[in-house]
Nanobody, 131 residues
Framework: DVQLQASGGGLVQSGGSLRLSCAASGLTFDDYAIGWFRQAPGKEREGVSC????????YYADSVKGRFTISSDDAKKTVILQMNNVKPEDTAVYYCAADPHIGQVVNSVLGVIAWDAVRYWGKGTQVTVSS
């Protein structure tokens, strides 16, 4: 079974940094794209960023470009989301998700298709940014 475990959430002040990790198991890492999504209270889940493990190509939502960086550690089957210069509007539950169809993850992150087009989901980790 594909399993995704997100960790690293917490409380951080505006302008600070936070590092989220997504540990994947039960999959061939190079065959999947893994993305980060978030859901704020009362809002729809939205894409944040994703990485295609096969070629390390990365994609970002406009709202986080220049502030967040996604990377992967293939040996550890882990995807990292480095969040810098965080803002109160980044407050949300962050989820990692994976799909062997890279286009599904990319288009979901970019908002072209719905987030639930991505097949596998982990439980979320709460990020709270105080002003």
């Amino acid at each position: 079974d594909v399993q995704l475990q997100a960790s690293g959430g917490g409380l951080v002040q505006s302008g600070g940094s936070l590092r989220l990790s997504c540990a994947a198991s039960g999959l061939t890492f190079d065959d999947y794209a893994i993305g980060w999504f978030r859901q704020a209270p009362g809002k729809e889940r939205e894409g944040v960023s994703c990485i295609a493990s096969s070629d390390s190509s990365t994609y970002y939502a406009d709202s986080v470009k220049g502030r967040f960086t996604i990377s992967s550690d293939d040996a550890k089957k882990t995807v990292i989301l480095q969040m810098n210069n965080v803002k109160p509007e980044d407050t949300a539950v962050y989820y990692c998700a994976a799909d062997p169809h890279i286009g599904q993850v990319v288009n979901s992150v970019l908002g072209v298709i719905a987030w639930d087009a991505v097949r596998y989901w982990g439980k979320g980790t709460q990020v709270t940014v105080s002003s």
